[in-house]
Nanobody, 132 residues
């Protein structure tokens, strides 16, 4: 059974930092790309960042470029999203997803649109709230 478990969300002040974790079981991070997505109230789910299987490529949405960093510990099968210089507009429920096709995740991150075809497996969300 494939499972993705997102954790690390919480309440942080603007300018602060949080690190999200996505623990993956049932598939290998050598084979699957992982993406981080977020959904704010009343808005569509948007791609934030993604990392390729094997970890030699990463992509970021323009809104988080320079502030967020995605990384992976393949030995532990965990993907992290380090979020710095956080802004109130980062407030959302954050999800991680695994996809065999890295280009699907890239498209979601670059276009800001997340079709239903994106993500073979999804984790439950973790709430991130940034206060001003």
């Amino acid at each position: 059974e494939v499972q993705l478990q997102a954790s690390g969300g919480g309440l942080v002040q603007a300018g602060g930092s949080l690190r999200l974790s996505c623990a993956v079981s049932g598939v290998s991070l050598d084979d699957y790309a992982i993406g981080w997505f977020r959904q704010a109230p009343g808005k569509e789910r948007e791609g934030v960042s993604c990392i390729s299987g094997g970890n030699n490529s990463t992509y970021y949405a323009d809104s988080v470029k320079g502030r967020f960093t995605i990384s992976s510990d393949n030995a532990k099968n965990i993907v992290y999203l380090e979020m710095n210089s956080m802004k109130p507009e980062d407030t959302a429920v954050y999800y991680c997803a695994a996809d065999l096709l890295y280009e699907f995740l890239i498209s979601a991150v670059v276009t800001g649109r997340t079709p239903v075809t994106v993500g073979d497996y999804w984790g439950q969300g973790t709430q991130v709230t940034v206060s001003s």
